[in-house]
């Protein structure tokens, strides 16, 4: 059951086709594991007060025009979700929750898959 926040979130999202999440049967499409955490992050933060949901609408926004501005419109490389988290990082960033460095080492550590070793 969602909570007041969060069914305002959600339906500030179906606007038009562009800007609404990928859906399958009416429900919120993720494919990989990542995108759920992003979606959730997103919500997460801004509930928390660290920005506001509509600063990170309009970032959503901002963020796929610059991809659709630099790729063809039948690009296959298309992915809403990498346009999620490139918005979050930049709401992140902008709002204080994390530095850019921090956020550089962070992805940097993630992205080695380096699993901590065991005595």
Known sequence: MFTKFEHFV?????????????RRNGHLQFDRDWEKLAFGIAIALSKQGHYEWED??????ETIGEWEATHDIQDPEWDYYQCWLAAL???????????????????KQ??????????
């Open 10 to 22: 959600a339906t500030s999202l179906m606007g038009s086709p562009e800007e609404a999440p990928p």
């Open 56 to 61: 990170f609408r309009q970032t959503l926004i």
């Open 89 to 107: 990082e930049k709401v992140a960033i902008a709002s204080g929750v994390i530095e850019d460095d921090e956020l550089e080492t962070q992805i």
């Open 110 to 119: 993630l992205l080695d898959c380096k699993a901590p070793s065991i005595p």
